[in-house]
């Protein structure tokens, strides 16, 4: 039996389609705070205090370095869930034993997207839709079950 079959019977995979749903959300998210970022030096404008330049300062390098960080590391959240990925109902698994994705995972999964975005993408549409960086981190995208429901009196 090939991988891909063995896949697609023990795991719930998540579509191409919400993937990229869910990449866009956390790019959005990403170019948020980069946006953040650059509205910092309009607002630096008008202050001209030697203190409120320092300020500004590390508030640049915060957002830049929060920015990156959740690029890198946004699927070690909580149930291997980004924003991106909690909006679309899917998380990020160990594959082939489904454990939660780690730090280091994470960063393994991120580093080839930042680096090899479309075709890493490409890998989505075929076989198991690994990308080379679920490859790398042996990890995989399913769907995630649905919450379960609590009754109120």
């Not at 580093?111 to 981190?137: E, N, T």
Request: glycine share 8%.
């Amino acid at each position: 039996m090939n991988d891909s079959v063995s896949a697609s019977a023990g795991y719930d995979l998540a579509s191409p389609g919400k993937r990229l749903l869910g990449y866009v959300i956390d790019i959005a998210v990403v170019f948020f705070l980069l946006f953040l970022k650059g509205l910092l030096d309009y607002v630096a404008v008008y202050f001209s205090s030697a203190g409120s330049a320092v300020v500004f300062h590390y508030l640049h390098f915060l957002l830049f370095w929060l920015a990156l960080g959740y690029m890198l590391f946004c699927d070690a959240l909580p149930n291997g869930q980004s924003l991106g990925k909690r909006l679309c109902r899917t998380s990020v698994v160990g594959y082939p034993y489904p454990t939660n994705c780690s730090v280091f995972q994470s960063f393994l999964r991120n580093v080839p997207k930042l680096l090899f975005s479309l075709l890493d993408g490409l890998f989505v549409l075929f076989g198991m839709r690994r990308r080379l960086g679920d490859m790398l981190a042996k990890t995989i995208v399913i769907n995630s079950p649905p919450a379960p429901r609590t009754e109120t009196a």
